[in-house]
């Protein structure tokens, strides 16, 4: 990468100012005090380093401290210039050249990471519970999970995607119960859900089970709904909704490598046996009949009950089992999403983790806030226990493309507000629409470069400007200084190219996903200012030869990128 390239010129430079003793009295340099940016002015240069930090040792002023390493630099064969504390670089050509011929070798390892210290990482996300089709908020994690999990195993990582299933706790039962009514209903009984708030709190009165009451009822004709175990109905509604949440996952391009059952987790006798550890160890205590785990030992604001008085676990309980079996199953790194409601949660899993002797510090949480669905400027309102818009009806509604990319192009840690009529747009407001059209002009560039084309006058085709056979041996062998023709009018869209490894490396370790969004929106917005000003196919064939590869290398990196964010990359539109 350029930027960490340059940064470590500035940093070699420092080390010899000092020893040429230039830099007043400071006599030692500390490697990773310094950062390099763009210049506010791009009359200055490509990047740009402030050195004023190096003046509290130096003892002298920071244009003196610039001007002292930018000689060093000069000598060094770069082109610098000094603004008061300030390092300017200008690229040279033929480096910007480079970066054409490196996409065109690397094609779609374009971006990967290198020498990363690679880990086995467990993301968990989504895991909602199977009583009812996902919402809007769920969409999210969905979206911004997988990306996620794509964007780190281009980084380099092995990532295992899992998704928890919570189908122990009472509402299973309460699915069962709302079936049972349902049913009943379609038998044609006089009975309907509770109209007191706190009992309707019980059921799930949502319209999504009318089709699974009828379904079962094709199923089991004769079957006694009066006299019947619920338990059955629970287990039949439960198998329904994790099909229609499986279904619907797949078709949203979100794929998990396993779905872990809580139920099970209790069943194989986890839960019980990590309650015994940290009774054993003196962690437990008893209080008004409940027991608690001492968790403000490591650091949680209060100690929490994994036992209640009538002898149930709570949530916790399990999440301790699971989150230890995460660990057991030899993986480095976990990695949760969770809604910003549970923030006070982590500190109690993670005192849970340490008490058992696991390092809390390698469970990652990133807390995310949800999405405020607009149609037609007003929200729209979410629940199981009402009608509700869902993440399958906002899909049929925008498409799988729109609702992926909305849902990821913000930070997660950010309440988005999702404008289905702007996501239904095909115009440049909308910025899904925007990346695909400039992959969509850049593919039918390089479609034009070898198409014959009618003359309107004569009515005979006219010679593509170059075959199929030679724009293929330009791109896999294509010679750098070839692009020296084309970067005089490109430069700002070489360099947006090259800024995708340090994009992709930055949004890696920082767990991000927005970044990708906001970059390949940059770079379609230098393609599209680019290809306006410049002719791509022209009669200068050395000239569009050059071109032309840079157009490449536009389609492999906004194709790498897009691939990340699990985006379809049109070639027409």
Same mark, same amino acid.
């Given at each position: 990468?350029?930027?960490?390239?340059?940064?470590?010129?500035?940093?070699?430079?420092?080390?010899?100012?000092?020893?040429?003793?230039?830099?007043?009295?400071?006599?030692?340099?500390?490697?990773?005090?310094?950062?390099?940016?763009?210049?506010?002015?791009?009359?200055?240069?490509?990047?740009?380093?402030?050195?004023?930090?190096?003046?509290?040792?130096?003892?002298?002023?920071?244009?003196?401290?610039?001007?002292?390493?930018?000689?060093?630099?000069?000598?060094?064969?770069?082109?610098?210039?000094?603004?008061?504390?300030?390092?300017?670089?200008?690229?040279?050509?033929?480096?910007?050249?480079?970066?054409?011929?490196?996409?065109?070798?690397?094609?779609?390892?374009?971006?990967?990471?290198?020498?990363?210290?690679?880990?086995?990482?467990?993301?968990?996300?989504?895991?909602?519970?199977?009583?009812?089709?996902?919402?809007?908020?769920?969409?999210?994690?969905?979206?911004?999970?997988?990306?996620?999990a794509n964007l780190l195993k281009f980084y380099?990582?092995?990532?295992?995607?899992?998704?928890?299933?919570?189908?122990?706790?009472?509402?299973?039962?309460?699915?069962?119960?709302?079936?049972?009514?349902?049913?009943?209903?379609?038998?044609?009984?006089?009975?309907?859900?509770?109209?007191?708030?706190?009992?309707?709190?019980?059921?799930?009165?949502?319209?999504?089970?009318?089709?699974?009451?009828?379904?079962?009822?094709?199923?089991?004709?004769?079957?006694?709904?009066?006299?019947?175990?619920?338990?059955?109905?629970?287990?039949?509604?439960?198998?329904?909704?994790?099909?229609?949440?499986?279904?619907?996952?797949?078709?949203?391009?979100?794929?998990?490598?396993?779905?872990?059952?809580?139920?099970?987790?209790?069943?194989?006798?986890?839960?019980?046996?990590?309650?015994?550890?940290?009774?054993?160890?003196?962690?437990?205590?008893?209080?008004?009949?409940?027991?608690?785990?001492?968790?403000?030992?490591?650091?949680?604001?209060?100690?929490?009950?994994?036992?209640?008085?009538?002898?149930?676990?709570?949530?916790?309980?399990?999440?301790?089992?699971?989150?230890?079996? +995460?660990?057991?199953?030899?993986? *480095?790194? !976990? /990695? @949760?999403?969770? &809604?910003? #409601?549970?923030?006070? $949660?982590?500190?109690?899993?993670?005192?849970?983790?340490?008490?058992?002797?696991?390092?809390?510090?390698?469970?990652?949480?990133?807390?995310?806030?949800?999405?405020?669905?607009?149609?037609?400027?007003?929200?729209?309102?979410?629940?199981?226990? +009402?009608?509700?818009?869902?993440? *399958?009806? !906002? /899909? @049929?509604?925008? &498409?799988? #493309?729109?609702?992926? $990319?909305?849902?990821?192009?913000?930070?997660?840690?950010?309440?988005?507000?999702?404008?289905?009529?702007?996501?239904?747009?095909?115009?440049?407001?909308?910025?899904?629409?925007?990346?695909?059209?400039?992959?969509a002009r850049v593919c039918s560039i390089l479609?034009?470069?070898?198409?014959?084309? !009618?003359?309107?006058?004569? &009515?005979?085709?006219?010679?593509?400007?170059?075959?199929?056979?030679?724009?293929?041996?330009?791109?896999?062998?294509?010679?750098?200084?070839?692009?020296?023709?084309?970067?005089?009018?490109?430069?700002?869209?070489?360099?947006?190219?090259?800024?995708?490894?340090?994009?992709?490396?930055?949004?890696?370790?920082?767990?991000?996903?927005?970044?990708?969004?906001?970059?390949?929106?940059?770079?379609?917005?230098?393609?599209?200012?680019?290809?306006?000003?410049?002719?791509?196919?022209?009669?200068?064939?050395?000239?569009?030869?050059?071109?032309?590869?840079?157009?490449?290398?536009?389609?492999?990196?906004?194709?790498?990128?897009?691939?990340?964010?699990?985006?379809?990359?049109?070639?027409?539109?």
């Amino acid at each position: 990468m350029l930027k960490d390239f340059f940064l470590n010129e500035v940093e070699t430079a420092i080390n010899a100012s000092i020893t040429a003793k230039k830099l007043g009295q400071m006599n030692e340099y500390l490697s990773g005090n310094l950062i390099i940016e763009k210049p506010k002015n791009p009359e200055f240069g490509d990047f740009a380093v402030n050195v004023s930090s190096l003046a509290r040792s130096a003892k002298i002023a920071p244009p003196m401290i610039a001007s002292a390493i930018a000689d060093q630099l000069s000598k060094n064969g770069y082109d610098v210039s000094v603004v008061g504390g300030f390092i300017n670089f200008k690229i040279s050509d033929s480096l910007l050249a480079s970066t054409i011929e490196e996409i065109l070798n690397k094609k779609e390892k374009y971006g990967r990471g290198e020498n990363i210290n690679k880990e086995k990482i467990l993301l968990e996300y989504v895991s909602a519970n199977p009583t009812g089709p996902f919402h809007i908020g769920h969409g999210r994690w969905a979206a911004m999970g997988s990306a996620l999990a794509n964007l780190l195993k281009f980084y380099g990582h092995d990532v295992y995607q899992e998704f928890y299933i919570n189908d122990a706790g009472s509402q299973i039962l309460k699915l069962g119960n709302s079936l049972k009514i349902r049913i009943q209903q379609e038998l044609g009984k006089n009975v309907d859900f509770p109209t007191d708030e706190i009992e309707r709190k019980n059921f799930y009165p949502g319209e999504y089970l009318i089709p699974v009451a009828k379904k079962f009822l094709e199923e089991n004709p004769n079957f006694d709904i009066d006299n019947c175990e619920v338990s059955i109905l629970c287990d039949y509604a439960k198998a329904e909704m994790e099909a229609c949440q499986r279904k619907l996952l797949e078709n949203f391009r979100v794929h998990f490598d396993k779905f872990y059952s809580e139920l099970d987790l209790h069943k194989s006798g986890k839960v019980e046996n990590r309650y015994k550890e940290l009774k054993e160890k003196g962690f437990l205590y008893e209080q008004d009949g409940a027991i608690w785990f001492k968790s403000t030992q490591y650091g949680d604001d209060q100690d929490r009950v994994i036992k209640k008085a009538d002898g149930s676990n709570t949530y916790l309980t399990a999440d301790i089992a699971y989150h230890a079996d +995460k660990f057991d199953r030899g993986f *480095d790194r !976990l /990695i @949760d999403i969770w &809604g910003a #409601d549970h923030h006070g $949660y982590i500190a109690r899993v993670k005192a849970s983790l340490q008490a058992l002797g696991y390092d809390p510090n390698r469970l990652e949480v990133l807390l995310g806030q949800l999405v405020n669905l607009l149609v037609d400027g007003n929200e729209v309102r979410m629940g199981k226990r +009402k009608n509700m818009v869902t993440l *399958d009806d !906002l /899909i @049929d509604e925008v &498409g799988v #493309d729109a609702t992926r $990319y909305w849902m990821e192009m913000r930070n997660i840690d950010t309440t988005l507000d999702f404008d289905i009529e702007l996501a239904k747009r095909s115009t440049d407001e909308n910025p899904v629409f925007y990346v695909q059209y400039a992959y969509a002009r850049v593919c039918s560039i390089l479609r034009n470069a070898v198409s014959e084309k !009618l003359n309107p006058d004569s &009515g005979d085709k006219a010679p593509a400007p170059i075959t199929q056979a030679e724009l293929d041996n330009l791109l896999n062998n294509f010679n750098k200084d070839m692009a020296l023709k084309t970067i005089p009018t490109a430069r700002a869209l070489v360099l947006k190219l090259e800024e995708f490894k340090s994009v992709i490396a930055l949004s890696a370790q920082n767990r991000t996903v927005y970044t990708i969004c906001r970059y390949v929106q940059e770079l379609a917005q230098e393609f599209h200012s680019f290809y306006n000003s410049n002719r791509v196919i022209s009669d200068d064939v050395e000239l569009m030869k050059s071109r032309l590869a840079l157009i490449a290398a536009i389609k492999i990196t906004l194709k790498n990128a897009l691939d990340i964010l699990a985006v379809s990359a049109p070639e027409k539109m």
